[in-house]
């Protein structure tokens, strides 16, 4: 942890980049709290509650004035809005449902689902991944106590449903998968696609490369397998995006950065390629070794070298089986969920052109574990995008 730093709050280590409040004040603070600690409560201070009231006047105009015998008056009868958590109709974050695609470009993010598992080469079931990470993303409110952020106040965020993939051809489905995401990407919105297993990782990648015109793309890829051969099974498998989309004009090999790779599943024709393309790999011992703050430094060094927007691509099983027992692919020795987690916080100080977090499994996993820390990778890349002042983003849709 950072020592305490001088600050516009003088409460210790700082964003990057901060957003003028009206409301903003200096909140008095004992002297016991730990430094982070000492941040996050005395940024809560500084939020604004606009949006939070404007949905509790929204639930009860829709959802109706409450039950005479209900003595809290902002509750309706309906749930219209974040509570009850178990309530409601499963979209991500309880965000509101977009049904017209075509007006994307008026949100700041925009959640979508690659409902697809045709790319498995083992246990299958990634398909209802969507479905599970929307269900336990209703466990979670739009405020991070340690960063200080609340996604309610700070951007606009819609839920545009699944992709219409197709189960028994990938090739179909990819082009599905780019179409969608690359009218995310040209609409400026900040694409957040639940997947899938990995396969989707080549179409996600050239939807936005496509609109890029030109400029590159880099990659930087959360994982415990390389998932760069070129075929599996004699077809484009989850084992073989990044074989395919660093085949692209604009996505160089060299600007791909693997994060977590190790183990026994790694197949030697996708080490052989990575290591001819020259991409890099950090594994777990590496990163843990050098610190995380060093290997992200890495990771964002590389990247970023010489490209204009980097795609970040999380799959859940980069970290420990223990954690993500609801993937395909579990391998023991990987991440345990906080240096992910500070990994994360770390690549979204700079800006990223979406993220898409893969393999989580419903039908394997465990009273959802896996389902929530996806969400909580989703969660705390926008939440740390917002911090850092990369969001919202109502300017050029690439680009640092």
């Not at 694409?191 to 890029?212: F, Q």
Request: aromatic share 8%; with cysteine; charged share 20%.
């Amino acid at each position: 942890m950072d020592e305490p730093q001088d600050g516009p709050l003088g409460l210790g280590h700082q964003p990057t980049h901060t957003h003028d409040r009206s409301s903003e004040h200096h909140p008095v603070l004992h002297e016991h709290y730990g430094p982070e600690a000492r941040y996050a409560v005395g940024a809560e201070a500084t939020l604004p509650t606009t949006k939070h009231q404007e949905e509790i006047r929204r639930g009860l105009e829709l959802g109706l004035q409450g039950a005479d015998s209900i003595n809290d008056k902002t509750i309706p009868t309906f749930s219209r809005g974040e509570l009850p958590h178990f309530a409601g109709i499963n979209t991500f974050l309880k965000a509101p449902y977009l049904e017209d695609v075509r007006q994307v470009g008026n949100y700041d993010v925009a959640v979508l689902g690659a409902p697809y598992d045709g790319g498995t080469t083992y246990r299958s079931g990634t398909r209802f991944g969507p479905q599970g990470i929307r269900k336990i993303s209703a466990l979670y409110g739009p405020y991070s106590f340690e960063l200080g952020v609340d996604l309610r106040e700070s951007i606009s965020m819609v839920d545009l449903g699944d992709i219409f993939t197709i189960p028994a051809n990938i090739e179909k489905t990819f082009d599905q998968i780019s179409k969608a995401v690359g009218h995310v990407y040209a609409s400026g919105a900040f694409p957040v696609v639940l997947g899938g297993d990995h396969s989707i990782g080549y179409p996600t990648t050239r939807g936005v490369a496509d609109e890029m015109g030109g400029k590159k793309l880099g990659i930087i890829h959360f994982d415990r397998h390389v998932d760069t051969q070129e075929t599996d099974l004699d077809e484009r498998m989850h084992t073989t995006p990044w074989f395919h989309a660093t085949n692209l004009p604009n996505v160089p090999a060299k600007n791909l950065v693997q994060i977590g790779i190790g183990g026994w599943q790694a197949p030697r024709p996708g080490v052989a390629v990575g290591r001819e393309r020259e991409t890099t790999v950090l594994t777990v011992t590496d990163c843990v070794e050098m610190g995380i703050e060093a290997a992200a430094a890495r990771a964002l060094e590389v990247a970023w070298d010489g490209t204009d927007a980097v795609w970040l691509s999380f799959d859940v099983d980069c970290l420990d089986a223990a954690f993500v027992p609801g993937t395909g692919w579990p391998e023991p020795g990987g991440f345990l969920p906080r240096e992910v987690l500070k990994f994360i916080q770390l690549v979204a100080e700079r800006p990223l052109a979406g993220i898409e977090v893969v393999e989580c499994s419903p039908p394997y996993d465990n009273a959802e574990i896996t389902a929530l820390i996806s969400t909580r990778v989703i969660c705390d890349t926008l939440g740390c995008l917002v911090r850092a002042g990369h969001l919202p983003r109502r300017s050029t849709p690439s680009g640092p």
